[in-house]
């Protein structure tokens, strides 16, 4: 990912174009790019008995980092007009439940990967096949490569902003 080091002080959508990445995916691969600044962002200073903490009944900073990766790689596997292994279905049943084994920098380390792995797979498309047709899980909801691309890059920027909440919550707490 080369990203100027220099415009760094910058959101990543006003850094310019990132190199090989078709025009149609630049806002989802800024968007996705961004999160994972954000998330790193807003944990650096968490203590690690508070990430799987839920304040007031509500998901745990654990929960959205892990939800994050889990999505961006459902929907890459939807846009590949492939089903979910059981593998998958297994991290989707386990997201959120706390596994004091996870640390932060752990989770942020599966989440940079699975951004990295989105961009590097976003450079393979064409325009012609971002408007192709898929489905969306065992009940086969309808979409396109395009859908599922922006669906996860928007839902992580959606989970960046509730773990934002929850971390100011947690924060305000120990004061």
């Known amino acids: 990912?080369?990203?100027?080091?220099?415009?760094?002080?910058?959101?990543?959508?006003?850094?310019?174009?990132?190199?090989?990445?078709?025009?149609?995916?630049?806002?989802?691969?800024?968007?996705?790019?961004?999160?994972?600044e954000d998330v790193h962002k807003y944990t650096t200073d968490l203590p690690e008995n508070l990430l799987w903490k839920k304040p007031v009944g509500r998901a745990s900073i654990g929960f959205h980092i892990q939800h994050m990766t889990g999505v961006l790689d459902r929907m890459m596997t939807y846009s590949k007009a492939l089903p979910l292994s059981d593998l998958q279905f297994d991290y989707l049943k386990k997201e959120g439940?706390?596994?004091?084994?996870?640390?932060?920098?752990?989770?942020?380390?599966?989440?940079?990967?699975?951004?990295?792995?989105a961009l590097e797979y976003f450079k393979t498309l064409s325009d012609a096949e971002l408007k192709e047709k898929r489905t969306v899980g065992r009940k086969e909801l309808p979409s396109t490569v395009i859908g599922l691309l922006f669906h996860a890059a928007e839902h992580a920027q959606r989970h960046v902003g509730q773990l934002l909440v929850t971390a100011s919550i947690l924060e305000s707490e120990k004061e």
């Open 1 to 36: 990912m080369q990203h100027s080091k220099e415009k760094k002080t910058h959101e990543v959508w006003l850094r310019g174009p990132i190199e090989g990445i078709p025009a149609l995916l630049q806002p989802a691969a800024h968007a996705l790019l961004q999160a994972s």
């Open 97 to 117: 439940v706390a596994n004091h084994k996870l640390s932060i920098a752990l989770l942020i380390n599966a989440l940079d990967k699975k951004v990295y792995r």
